[in-house]
């Protein structure tokens, strides 16, 4: 989305409109996710946090300073109710079995290992990784949301992609 677009978009909200709010999150909607779903390696526990991200990015949204960064401002919010939520578990995330599909359909099976491969990455590799694979999101879009350099991003998704695929190595699945 264009910036000046995004500005107008957010003048409009602080003025109450509901419908461009509406605009906002299907623009920012599956970057919130990936962010929760990444740090928290559960589905569920994603949708949850997404919501009460987006939630939150509208009762908030007269606090914003720049209007032409909400995308980086609403997933600096997500990033900071993972992080509640990680601290209340007072455990790392679980690997996400629960998402393993049965293992009479190879793809669902396949697809379930992946996710639990990818949930027992560390954030820091596991975010980029879906940020940029599933969600389609530059480095450089990566890097703005979460606060980093570009370059330290491609080192993540690099190194994250090596351990994913030892990962899926020990368990036969590549």
């Given at each position: 989305?264009?910036?000046?677009?995004?500005?107008?978009?957010?003048?409009?909200?602080?003025?109450?409109?509901?419908?461009?709010?509406?605009?906002?999150?299907?623009?920012?909607?599956?970057?919130?996710?990936?962010?929760?779903?990444?740090?928290?390696?559960?589905?569920?526990?994603?949708?949850?946090?997404?919501?009460?991200?987006?939630?939150?990015?509208?009762?908030?949204?007269?606090?914003?300073?720049?209007?032409?960064?909400?995308?980086?401002?609403?997933?600096?919010?997500?990033?900071?109710?993972?992080?509640?939520?990680?601290?209340?578990?007072?455990?790392?995330?679980?690997?996400?079995?629960?998402?393993?599909?049965?293992?009479?359909?190879?793809?669902?099976?396949?697809?379930?290992?992946?996710?639990?491969?990818?949930?027992?990455?560390s954030s820091d590799?596991?975010?980029?990784?879906?940020?940029?694979?599933?969600?389609?999101?530059?480095?450089?879009?990566?890097?703005?949301?979460?606060?980093?350099?570009?370059?330290?991003?491609?080192a993540r998704l690099?190194?994250?992609?090596?351990?994913?695929?030892?990962?899926?190595?020990?368990?036969?699945?590549?």
């Amino acid at each position: 989305m264009e910036v000046e677009v995004e500005k107008a978009l957010v003048a409009s909200c602080r003025n109450g409109d509901r419908g461009a709010y509406a605009e906002l999150v299907k623009v920012h909607a599956g970057r919130v996710f990936a962010i929760c779903y990444g740090m928290l390696g559960n589905r569920h526990d994603a949708e949850d946090m997404a919501q009460q991200t987006l939630l939150k990015g509208f009762m908030q949204i007269q606090g914003i300073r720049d209007a032409g960064h909400f995308g980086p401002w609403l997933a600096r919010i997500a990033r900071n109710l993972c992080i509640d939520v990680i601290r209340q578990r007072k455990r790392p995330a679980a690997p996400a079995a629960d998402l393993a599909g049965p293992h009479d359909q190879t793809d669902e099976w396949e697809y379930g290992r992946l996710e639990g491969a990818l949930a027992q990455l560390s954030s820091d590799y596991r975010v980029p990784l879906l940020l940029f694979y599933f969600d389609g999101h530059s480095t450089k879009s990566i890097a703005a949301t979460l606060g980093t350099t570009q370059a330290a991003i491609q080192a993540r998704l690099s190194r994250g992609r090596k351990q994913l695929r030892k990962l899926l190595q020990a368990e036969g699945a590549e």
